[in-house]
């Protein structure tokens, strides 16, 4: 079974905290994709990366980097958090037309 | 830009009823791929059923079909026989065929609960 481990289930942090949401994929799959969902709005993208040190913005992607230095870990970095950040956040890996998710971190900002 | 449209927020029917989620979608693609998404309270995203756009035929998983209407643009989810293992929220999505990373574009959500 395909494995997306993302690090933390819950995590609260401080307003104007640099945050930084890990993800790990056990399948070498190349694609990695973050998302953030909201009530009423769905999942909408964030970053993707489709290669080591590559990336590309999603829909979202004010306020928010990414790196990914080892094709296994994607991760997602909030240079300094807002509460409009508040929000679960998503990571995924893909093969072909198959994506395949994380459980998700609810983060607070406060 | 694609688009994904769930008019529907919430829906709750009987244990064993059939029910509809309705989807649509705006693309000028010709060339793509429509899932539902099903996530329980464990926050785990659970592929639920895929459709390609180029086949006429529409897709069926067991207990889980799916009414796909090209020309219209439109892409519901039947769940017959519902149990209340189903009670989660659905997401129907959309992905565009092409080189690269292949990205979802997500609907808004219907939250279904299946009442006892």
């Known amino acids: 079974d395909v494995k997306v481990t993302q690090s933390s289930r819950y995590l609260v942090k401080r307003t104007g905290e640099k945050v930084f949401l890990e993800c790990v994929q056990d399948?070498?799959?190349?694609?990695m994709f973050w998302y953030r969902q909201d009530p009423g709005l769905g999942l909408r993208l964030i970053y993707f990366?489709?290669?080591?040190?590559?990336?590309e913005k999603g829909d979202i992607p004010e306020g928010y980097s990414v790196s990914r230095e080892k094709k296994e870990r994607f991760s997602l970095i909030l240079e300094s958090a807002s509460t409009n950040q508040t929000s679960m956040y998503l990571c995924?890996?893909?093969?072909?037309?198959?994506?395949?998710f994380g459980s998700g971190t609810q983060l607070s900002v406060l | 830009a694609q688009t994904v449209t769930q008019s529907q927020p919430e829906m709750s029917v009987q244990e064993a009823e059939t029910v509809t989620l309705s989807c649509t979608y705006d693309?000028?693609?010709?060339?793509?791929?429509l899932f539902w998404y099903k996530q329980p309270p464990s926050r785990q995203m659970i592929l639920v059923i895929r459709q390609e756009a180029y086949k006429q035929q529409n897709a069926t998983e067991n207990r889980f079909s799916v009414n796909f209407q090209k020309a219209a643009k439109s892409f519901s989810l039947k769940i017959s026989d519902s149990q209340l293992g189903d009670t989660a929220m659905y997401f129907c999505a959309f992905m565009k065929h092409s080189q690269g990373a292949q990205k979802l574009v997500f609907g808004q959500g219907t939250r279904l609960t299946i009442n006892p």
């Open positions: 693309t000028s693609e010709s060339n793509y791929y």
């Open positions: 399948m070498d799959h190349e694609n």
């Open positions: 995924a890996s893909s093969f072909w037309n198959l994506l395949f």
């Open positions: 990366s489709y290669d080591v040190k590559m990336k």
